[in-house]
């Protein structure tokens, strides 16, 4: 079931093609705007369309059944809970909320009714390279890591203006619930801290910026972050600790710069960990008689891989099928979305602030 026939409904729609037995699945699908409800059922001919939410969620439940929330970040949480209330696990579409009350509520919601919710951030994990680095980090072959380097600036790439300008709402702060970090920060700290496992997390000190540029007149509303940064320091599950160095950039007048690395006392890795097309790689530097030595492993992509786009709803449908998937579920979407809210509280208050596994296991 989706709620939201928009841009990213028609990924998900095409995910659904791909879940374990199709055949068996039926799609609903709602949305307020007619037009983009009719829309959809041309391009999707075997989907059903509902008049309104209330009409899809009265339909007979299955214990199987999935609500997709695929409308702008300020309906996530009512929409949700009422679909979390219909007996229904959630997939919501990231950013998870708009804060962290709301998104605390909806994990509650869903381990109170024995249910589960998951986040779309789930689209960049089990991505080959950084797997690898996983590997290189549990193996000891960095030895200690001290210094995370996760640096994404791109000049002009701003949803609702480059990117998908028809999609105002991205600058809306009321709507979408902030910028850059809110856009990709849920991705970005989700492959983080899958490869750091931390238990706690203090965001040490963190700004935002929104670069002016020339806009188009019918732009009225524009209150959001295109470009952030934070110091974090990452507790990790083994006991260690390290500093992250996080920036991200949707408009920027500085150069364009990727980079994504580990750096420790025994080697570093940086890699492609985005790998759209399923190809990628990732480079080893080590010391060797002295030398800087580097060996690079490239992965590609192979037909039977998921797209990036598939992930979120096919790893979903396998965890409430009780298979292993890494899905975003519950208290860990909490945790990755507590980050987000707690790098805006620092910037909103000047102090550190702190997340705990525990407090938001509790
Ligand atoms: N567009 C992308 O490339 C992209 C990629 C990844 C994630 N997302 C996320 O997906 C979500 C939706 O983005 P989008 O790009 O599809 O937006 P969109 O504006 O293209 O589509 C959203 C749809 O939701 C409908 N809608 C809004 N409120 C509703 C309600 N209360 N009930 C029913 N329908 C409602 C709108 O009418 C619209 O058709 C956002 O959280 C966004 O961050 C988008």
């Known amino acids: 079931m989706i709620i939201g026939a928009g841009t990213i409904s028609r990924h998900h729609a095409e995910a659904f093609k791909k879940l374990s037995k199709p055949e068996e699945a039926e799609l609903y699908v709602t949305d307020l705007n007619e037009q983009a409800l009719q829309d959809f059922c041309t391009q999707y001919p075997k989907a059903r369309p509902c008049k309104d939410v ?4 009265a339909l007979p439940v299955d214990d199987k059944d999935i609500v997709i929330v695929a409308t702008p970040p300020r309906t996530h949480h009512d929409l949700a809970v ?4 219909s007996g229904r696990h959630v997939l919501c579409e990231k950013p998870f909320a ?3 009350e709301e998104a605390e509520d909806m994990v509650r919601t869903a381990e109170e009714l024995g249910l589960l919710i998951a986040c779309c951030s789930a689209r960049f994990l089990d991505v080959e390279t950084t797997g690898h680095a996983i590997q290189l980090l549990r193996n000891g072959a960095l ?13 002009r790439s701003r949803p609702g203006v480059e990117h998908l300008p028809a999609l105002r709402w991205f600058l809306n702060r009321a709507v979408s619930g902030g910028g850059c970090l809110m856009d990709w920060g849920p991705y970005d700290f989700t492959t983080l801290n899958e490869v750091l496992e931390p238990t706690r997390i203090d965001v040490l000190s963190a700004w935002m910026a929104n670069p002016e540029t020339a806009l188009a007149e019918d732009i009225k509303v524009f209150d959001i972050e295109e470009h952030v940064g934070a110091a974090l320091r990452y507790h990790r599950k083994d006991g260690s600790t390290v500093i992250v160095e996080y920036e991200r950039a949707a408009c920027t007048h500085g150069k364009e710069y990727a980079n994504v690395q580990l750096e420790g006392t025994q080697g570093a890795a940086y890699w492609d960990w985005l790998c759209y097309s399923g190809d990628g790689n990732i480079t080893r530097v080590y010391d060797e008689d002295g030398k800087a030595k580097e060996e690079t492993t490239s992965y590609s992509a192979s037909p039977s891989m998921l797209t ?6 096919v790893f979903f ?3 409430i099928r009780g298979q292993d998937a890494p899905s975003v579920v519950n208290r860990k979407a909490l945790f990755n979305f507590a980050i ?4 805006y509280a620092c910037i909103r208050t000047g102090a550190a602030q702190t997340i705990d596994l ?3 296991n509790n």
């Open 54 to 57: 209330d009409e899809m969620l």
């Open 82 to 85: 009422k679909a979390l209330r």
């Open 98 to 100: 708009m804060n962290r």
């Open 143 to 155: 030895g200690n890591v001290y210094r995370v380097e996760f640096v994404h600036k791109a000049r």
């Open 308 to 313: 990036l786009m598939d992930k979120p709803l």
């Open 317 to 319: 449908d396998r965890t």
């Open 340 to 343: 987000i809210d707690a790098i």
């Open 358 to 360: 525990d407090s938001t």
